[in-house]
């Protein structure tokens, strides 16, 4: 039953890359946004290593959650969903044999495909502003670790995405093509290019220059050149288009401010009508229906 459920999945994934149409993938943070995310016509879900280190954890992006613990919350995020879910492994959580150590770790619980960057390990987030230090993993190294993960599933349809950084790491157009073309070689079913460039200048620069456009699908997390409807980027040539952390950061908007008003009006009455009733919730999961069916006797 799993195995024909993640094959599904799989099946959809890959036809979503293919598509002659945007596939969008949005961010979830847990069992219950993953849910929500299907409800609302969405095709894929994204389980960022951003909202797991922070929400799941309350620790900072830097390479501090393990492999068991991401795939905990891939497990539970894909267990709520019917869409297919794409899971953030950031660089593989170490070397070569860590690397082949999840996509078997992944692959065999279901998970449609992941996602591995270049980011040196300790990783530094993309989307982090303040003075770091970025190394990348060299492109030869990177590319033998995607060959060698890709040589470890134990299915064709299980997806391996290979984030390119060198736009992030100020390396250039490029380099950032060297990587691509690279990372494509070795059997990488997708490239995702990530740039801090609101201008969408070095994303263009990219697309204009790398030969694999049109042969390998392109991934694109516009978080940082937010302007950009899914349709225009995939006119440009992105097949998938991930909203990468919006559940996450709307979560934690309304905590503070649920928590701020607590704080002040001392009165639970104070939030209700910016909170969702408790019916609501009961609905989401389906209370009415459990417990219709313990009461049936089965």
Wanted: charged share 25%; hydrophobic share 45%.
């Amino acid at each position: 039953m799993r195995t024909n459920r993640a094959e599904k999945k799989r099946a959809a994934l890959r036809e979503g890359l293919e598509a002659e149409r945007p596939f969008v993938a949005v961010g979830a943070h847990d069992a219950m946004s993953s849910q929500l995310i299907g409800s609302y016509g969405f095709d894929a879900v994204w389980v960022s290593g951003f909202a797991v280190a922070t929400m799941a954890h309350a620790l900072p992006d830097l390479n501090l959650t393990t492999m068991t613990e991401a795939l905990e919350a891939a497990v539970r995020i894909d267990g709520a969903t019917d869409l297919p879910v794409l899971a953030d492994c950031d660089n593989g959580f170490g070397g070569l044999s860590n690397v082949v150590r999840t996509v078997i770790e992944y692959e065999r619980a279901g998970i449609a495909g992941v996602c591995v960057e270049d980011n040196l390990f300790p990783k530094r987030n993309s989307l982090y502003k303040g003075e770091s230090k970025r190394e990348l993993v060299p492109v030869e190294e990177q590319a033998r670790r995607i060959r060698a993960g890709k040589a470890a599933q134990e299915t064709d349809s299980f997806v391996f995405v290979a984030r390119v950084e060198a736009l992030i790491a100020g390396h250039g157009v490029e380099a950032a093509c060297e990587r691509a073309d690279a990372y494509a070689d070795a059997g990488a079913d997708a490239i995702l290019i990530h740039s801090k460039d609101k201008s969408l200048g070095e994303i263009e620069g990219f697309l204009g220059s790398w030969g694999g456009l049109g042969k390998t699908p392109l991934v694109a997390v516009p978080t940082l050149f937010p302007d950009y409807t899914d349709q225009e980027l995939y006119d440009k040539g992105f097949s998938m288009i991930i909203l990468a952390n919006h559940p996450m950061r709307a979560a934690v908007g309304a905590m503070e401010q649920v928590l701020d008003t607590l704080r002040r009006e001392r009165k639970a009455s104070a939030v209700d009508p910016h909170i969702a009733p408790v019916d609501h919730i009961f609905e989401l999961v389906g209370t009415k229906e459990a417990i219709a069916l313990e009461e049936s006797g089965g």
